[in-house]
C-alpha cells in the first residue's frame, strides 16, 4: 500500500511534501528566530523557530520548489545547508541565480516537466498590485500531478488575481495552498502583496471541489493577517474546518 499524500507546513511558506514516494521541500527559509530586521518595524523576523531541527526538515530530500528567491523563501541557510547536487526546480526569472549559488542539478521551468512520475506545471502569479508590483518582481506557482494522487496547486505569493482563477479551472486541484499573510509594506498598506483575508474568501468561493491549506501567517511582522483573522472571517461566511484548513507550524495534513 503507497504511504499517503501529506502536506506538512513547516513554517512560513515552507512546506514538506510528501507525494507519489518522493519527499518534496518547497520555499525553504531555514534561518533561527529573529535573524533580520523588522519589515513592517514590529518585531525583527522570523518571529518564530521552526518547529524541528534544520537536519530532519532536510533528512532525504528528493527534489527541492523555489516559487522565487525573496528570502522568506529560500534563504541563505538553505543555500549553505542544502547538497548543491540536490534535483531543484525554479522559475526563468530565477535561473541565473541558481547558477551563481552553484545548484548543479536545478531545472528552470518554463511550463511543465515530468519528474519520477510526477507531472509539474508552473503557474503565474502577481506579487501585489500597483507600483509595490513592480519592486516586488516575478514569482511562480506550481501543480502537482501524479496517478493515483490528490492534485496540488501551490498558489505562491500571489494576489487573488484572474490566471489564479483560471489556473484552478484548468488543473481542478484536490488541493489548494495559499499564501494568506495579507502582508504589506509601510507606506504601501493598502496594496498587500499576498491574499488577505477577503482575497482567500475570493479564492475558497471559486475552489471548486478543493480543499485550502492557508499558510504563509504568524512568522513575519508585515503580514497583518493572521490564523485567527483568517478563521474569524471564514466563520462569518460558514466556511467550515472542512474546506478551509489552517495548519500550526509543524503540522502534517494527510492528503
Known sequence: MATRASIQL????????????????VDPMLMPKDSFDPLAGKARNPMVDLPSSIEEIVKDVDLVLVTHTHPDHFDTVAIQTLSKSIKL?????????????????SETLQDSTVWNGITIHRTGGEHGSGEILKQMGTVSGFVLKAESQPTIYIAGDTIWIDEVE???????????????????????????????????????QES????VIAVHMDALD??????????????ELNIGEN?????????????
Open 89 to 105: 526546480i525554479n522559475q526563468p526569472a530565477d535561473e541565473e541565480y541558481f547558477r551563481k549559488e552553484s545548484f548543479i542539478n
Open 10 to 25: 513547516v513554517r512560513n511558506a515552507t512546506l514538506v511534501i510528501n507525494y507519489a514516494g518522493k519527499k518534496i521541500l
Open 208 to 211: 471548486g471541489e478543493a480543499k
Open 166 to 204: 483560471q489556473a484552478i479551472k484548468k488543473y481542478r486541484p484536490d488541493y489548494i495552498v495559499t499564501n494568506s499573510g495579507g502582508a504589506a509594506f509601510p507606506g504601501f498598506e493598502a496594496t498587500p502583496i499576498l491574499k488577505d483575508e477577503e482575497q482567500t474568501m475570493s479564492l475558497i
Open 222 to 235: 508585515h503580514c497583518r493577517t493572521t490564523r485567527n483573522s483568517l478563521r474569524e472571517k471564514a466563520n
Open 243 to 255: 474546506k478551509l484548513l489552517i495548519p500550526q507550524d509543524g503540522e502534517v495534513i494527510v492528503l
